[in-house]
Nanobody, 115 residues
């Protein structure tokens, strides 16, 4: 089992920045990849960015150049630095961890961007 503590969400005006954190605990040695997803009101959950154990990362085109995913040296914590936020970035952001057998989701954290 893997558990998460997600922090850093909140309210910000358009053009502002927020930094999300996701700290994993439990069976973290089994994690291969970690990622951020988001779900806006009335929309399906969508992928935002991914980072693997080697530090290789990728992000959706809608956030590339504005959002950066990174991980701490301990590898149990990932971050999402979000700059130049737009109202359309308003969503609940979820942390996800992939293992060989299962994938685990965090409880989600609200990010609200006002125009």
């Amino acid at each position: 089992q893997v558990q998460f503590v997600e922090t850093g969400g909140g309210w910000v005006q358009a053009g502002g920045s927020l930094r999300l954190s996701c700290a994993a605990s439990g069976s973290t040695s089994s994690i291969n990849v970690m990622a951020w997803y988001r779900q806006a009101p009335g929309k399906e959950r969508e992928w935002v960015a991914t980072i693997n154990n080697d530090g290789l990362s990728n992000a959706d085109l809608s956030v590339k150049g504005r959002f950066t995913i990174s991980r701490a040296s301990a590898a149990n914590t990932i971050y999402l630095q979000m700059n130049n936020l737009k109202p359309e970035d308003t969503a609940v952001y979820f942390c996800r961890a992939y293992t060989a057998s299962y994938d685990y989701w965090g409880q989600g954290i609200q990010v609200t961007v006002s125009s």
